[in-house]
């Protein structure tokens, strides 16, 4: 799959994940502003039902304070209330006197209750007059500062949105029914709380799966690049020397070439140096093999770190030198001697030596150095070549990743050998890192501890 096509499938997957959010995130706000609705519209029914009925038992009190000798009937009283406007004498009575407190409780309590809002709440009742609160939840308010009072939450009744006029009958209204709830906002949000809790779990599964499988994909990208990489050059790695084999072959054949003992031993000679190369680097592969089942065991000796680096220095110095090149040692570590497998670490120095040579384009500059640390010994292999780039560096520890230069085939190899050094590194309980910067160089940092089961 090229990169266009995977942009094209994460952009599509991006629009649509949005889409479902944003989906979402409306539902649950409508859902929330219809229950926000449904919750005042019913506040609003109350307070309007518990003023009807304040005003019904005045009325009714009004008809019963009317003196029994201007009639007995019901209809006679009511006649004779409105013709002599007896409510007149109500409108001169202070608001609190025109409220009982246990009818004003009980009506509040009925009314919340009957439309299903089982919540804490607060009432009050304000009287224009004394421009405060004369009554708040069930008790009468001697006295009252305006917002600071503390008595039965009277400061949040000053701020609620839940009020209605008492007493509409009369030529102004003397004041307000006024409830608070405290929870509202957890009322509001609790018949859709769940469904808010489970659309947010589901959402972060959703952003989990997308996030991991963006990285799956690219991931599989560079797997798929770097197989690609490996077979590229493992053809190239095995075709050059087939073709010499195969040359040195033929020439030994030639009758010309039977005659000449001398030349019949330089190609055979070929052919053996050439095998050597094939076996080295299927013998590589091989043992990655190995080290990734765990199939293999560390052959465990003192070893003088410094005596294994001034050997590998000795075999790889003609390489470098024949390019021009400087490949020298500072070795200032007190205390060299560790445990470890002669064979691997040497293989490892050498692997980091090569991959130096290679990626110096011109006349290698190398330094190997060793310094005493409060772990072990550590290793520092220097290079001032072209340097490894931040993305690069997260990767060149995996095996058959290959850092491009350009042309694929411009530095042979499988991509094998700082995973070998990485895993060589592990089974040591060593730590390897790398410190770079493009165009500048490489430096390879190995640290060793004293003993590998200490």
Not at 157 to 182: C, H, I, R, W
């Amino acid at each position: 799959m090229n990169a266009q096509r995977i942009r094209l499938i994460i952009g599509l997957m991006t629009v649509a994940l949005v889409g479902v959010i944003c989906l979402q995130i409306y539902w649950i706000d409508w859902n929330i502003r219809l229950n926000e609705e449904q919750f005042d519209k019913n506040v609003f029914a109350a307070l309007n039902r518990v003023a009807g009925k304040l005003q019904y038992f005045e009325t009714v009190s009004a008809i019963e304070a009317i003196p029994a000798g201007h009639g007995e009937s019901f209809e006679n009283k009511m006649t004779m209330w409105e013709s002599m406007k007896v409510l007149q004498l109500f409108d001169a009575k202070p608001l609190a006197e025109r409220i009982q407190l246990d009818i004003l409780a009980k009506s509040v309590q009925e009314e919340i209750a009957g439309r299903g809002i089982n919540a804490t709440y607060q009432y009050g009742v304000y009287s224009k007059e004394r421009n405060s609160y004369v009554i708040v939840n069930d008790h009468f308010v001697v006295e009252d500062s305006g917002p600071q009072i503390t008595q039965g939450g009277a400061p949040t009744l000053y701020n609620s949105p839940y009020k209605v006029a008492l007493f509409t009958q009369d030529m102004e209204s003397p004041g307000y029914l006024s409830l608070y709830f405290p929870s509202r906002t957890s009322l509001v949000l609790g018949s859709v709380l769940k469904a808010l809790v489970l659309s947010i779990i589901f959402t972060g599964i959703i952003l989990f799966c997308f996030w991991y499988t963006i990285q799956v994909i690219y991931r599989q990208k560079q797997l798929s690049e770097m197989k690609n990489d490996f077979i590229n050059n493992m053809t190239h790695e095995f075709k050059t020397p087939i073709a010499t084999i195969s040359l040195a072959a033929d020439s030994i054949g030639s009758p010309m070439i039977m005659s000449h003992p001398d030349k019949i031993k330089r190609f055979v000679d070929i052919i053996r140096q050439e095998n050597r190369r094939m076996n080295s680097q299927v013998e590589r592969v091989l043992q990655m093999a190995m080290i990734d089942k765990k199939d293999f065991q560390l052959s465990l000796d003192d070893l003088n770190l410094h005596e294994v680096i001034q050997q590998a220095v000795d075999n790889f110095s003609l390489q470098v030198e024949k390019r021009d090149g400087i490949l020298r040692t500072e070795l200032h570590a007190q205390k060299p001697v560790i445990e470890g497998d002669p064979t691997h670490i040497a293989s490892i120095i050498h692997n980091l030596l090569d991959n130096a040579n290679k990626y110096s384009p011109d006349k290698p500059d190398i330094t190997i150095s060793t310094n005493d640390v409060a772990m072990g010994v550590e290793i520092t292999v220097t290079d001032k070549g072209v340097g490894i780039s931040k993305e690069a560096r997260k990767h060149i520890f995996d095996k058959f990743y290959r850092v491009h230069t350009g042309n694929i085939h411009d530095v042979k190899g499988f991509g094998l050998g700082l995973s070998y050094v990485k895993a060589i590194m592990t089974a040591h309980k060593g730590l390897v890192d790398v410190k770079s910067e493009p165009g500048k160089g490489s430096s390879f940092i190995l640290t060793f501890p004293k003993q590998v089961n200490a």
